[in-house]
């Protein structure tokens, strides 16, 4: 990520955390330029969710399950190993309403002993209809 891009980002997270109500215009502009910048604000998205608030978190993991593919797919693994129990869950929480992740790799989730059983089999259970 390039340095203009990582200041923008935390300029955006800095105003959706900050605010009283996600639901405001201008944080939903802030919503939407930060979905735009790509994957690339995946980890910067992740980490925030370890100090937001609970209704800047409810924002953070839709603009995680927006941005959710095969390219981000690593970080989102990162994200789930983390030590903090407000990342695993809001990462988990945005795999599992993802509708871009390639089925492939969810299966994959289950040969890795480091994630936590009991969110990947609650992403597994949110993407049974396309696993079939």
Do not use: Y
Request: hydrophobic residues 50%; positive net charge; aromatic residues 4%.
């Amino acid at each position: 990520m390039g340095l203009f891009t990582s200041m923008r980002a935390d300029r955006l997270l800095t105003t959706v955390r900050e605010a009283s109500d996600p639901g405001r215009p201008e944080v939903r502009v802030a919503l939407s330029k930060l979905t735009a910048l790509g994957s690339s604000v995946v980890p910067l998205v992740i980490a925030e969710l370890a100090r937001s608030e609970k209704k800047a978190t409810l924002a953070f993991v839709d603009v995680l399950a927006q941005l959710a593919d095969a390219r981000s797919f690593p970080e989102f693994l990162k994200g789930l190993c983390d030590p903090n129990p407000r990342v695993v869950a809001g990462v988990a929480w945005a795999l599992a309403g993802a509708r871009n992740v390639p089925p492939a790799n969810l299966l994959g989730l289950l040969q890795s002993p480091e994630l936590p059983r009991t969110q990947v089999m609650e992403i597994i259970n949110a993407h049974r209809a396309r696993l079939t």
